[in-house]
């Protein structure tokens, strides 16, 4: 075991101790000064679990105070500590399991077609037409020829068999994608939808927003609902889902989103630590064929720094 790894242990000890234990509040202190790395690893902590929305409060020294207390040895390193710290790592991500898991059963139950973590998955449809699903997508066939698909979740990349008397329609949250014969990636996100074109055309359209706009190869729209924003872009026709070989194009995008599509190919949850982070944008490129090294190329052009904090924790921010 690391000195690092070490010494987050005994933060992780300190933070059940400090629940079970309030008058051991002026031991913990004792241990807190004695050291930088002390200090550090309980701001990570801290860090960790509040971006995870699941740190307990820690109790005062006013309330550590109302209680008469024989002075506490400072917790080392322990079996029992060792137990406790992927304990706790696994107590904070239960709130977020429970929140995932529901949506997770009703999707699977809607969906005819469905890929996991780091899952690519080819659909071949009745009329033709060649549907890849990204990671963590889901897909469902609104009718029986096939012409007619919703995106419930992830993202997918069509290539249309034409047929001229029958439009083929796509529909991701409120955007819907109108085509007779062409390929096009299309992505879904919690209140966004966005559509590349990689040959043919594609009529993007939405009735609520009076949104109807014809996209040409290489031409790039992304639809907000919430705000009715539209914001359109270029790429090389080449870069359309790009995902399917591995590479994932980055040009002036939000580093949530970035982190959202690194989360598809990542088991467990990659949490930005620092909320400043997520508007940020950036350019590049990523290896969705190792998510870690893609996490830590974008902490390097950040400037920040990425740590896997347990098996099913990923961080990204300052520490």
């Known amino acids: 075991m690391s000195k690092d790894q070490d010494v987050l242990e ?33 701001q990570t902590m801290e860090k960790l679990w509040g971006a995870l929305g699941e740190l307990p409060a820690v109790p ?41 898991m529901a949506p997770e059963a009703t999707l699977a139950l809607r969906a005819d077609y469905q890929t996991g973590v780091a899952q690519v998955r080819t ?17 469902k ?20 068999a034409p047929d001229p008397q029958h439009p083929f329609i796509a529909r991701a949250g409120q955007l819907s994608v109108r085509v007779l014969g062409t390929a096009f990636d ?11 074109l990689e040959h043919g055309q594609v009529q993007a359209e939405n009735i609520q927003a009076a949104l109807s706009e014809r996209l040409l190869p290489g031409q790039r729209l ?3 609902w919430p705000s009715g924003k539209v914001e359109r872009s270029s790429l090389a026709p080449t870069q359309v889902a790009a995902w399917r070989g591995g590479s994932l194009f980055i040009e002036n995008q939000r580093v949530a989103d970035i982190v959202d599509h690194l989360q598809r190919y990542t ?6 630590t620092d909320p400043t982070l997520k508007a940020r944008r950036i350019t590049g490129v990523y290896d969705l064929n190792d998510p870690p090294r893609a996490l830590k190329a974008l902490a390097q ?19």
């Open 10 to 42: 005994q933060a992780a000890d300190w933070q059940i101790r400090l629940q079970e234990e309030p008058q051991s509040r002026a031991a913990f202190e004792q241990w807190l000064a004695e050291s930088a790395a002390h200090r550090a690893a309980w």
């Open 301 to 319: 052009s950040l400037g920040v720094d990425s740590r896997q904090m347990t098996p099913w924790v990923h961080t990204l921010g300052n520490f």
């Open 222 to 224: 992304k639809f907000s």
């Open 186 to 196: 299309l992505d879904l996100r919690q209140d966004t939808a966005e559509v590349a």
């Open 267 to 272: 088991s467990g949850w990659i949490v930005i």
């Open 123 to 139: 659909v071949q449809l009745a009329d033709g037409s060649t549907v890849v699903l990204s990671p963590q997508s889901a897909l």
């Open 141 to 160: 066939v609104l009718d029986d020829d096939g012409r007619q698909v919703e995106l419930l979740k992830g993202q997918a990349y069509f290539q249309v």
């Open 60 to 100: 005062s020294a006013q309330d550590s105070r109302r209680s008469v207390h024989k002075p506490q040895s400072v917790p080392q390193p322990s079996r029992r500590s060792r137990r406790l710290w992927p304990q706790l790592a696994a107590a904070a991500c239960v709130a977020t399991i429970a929140v995932m």
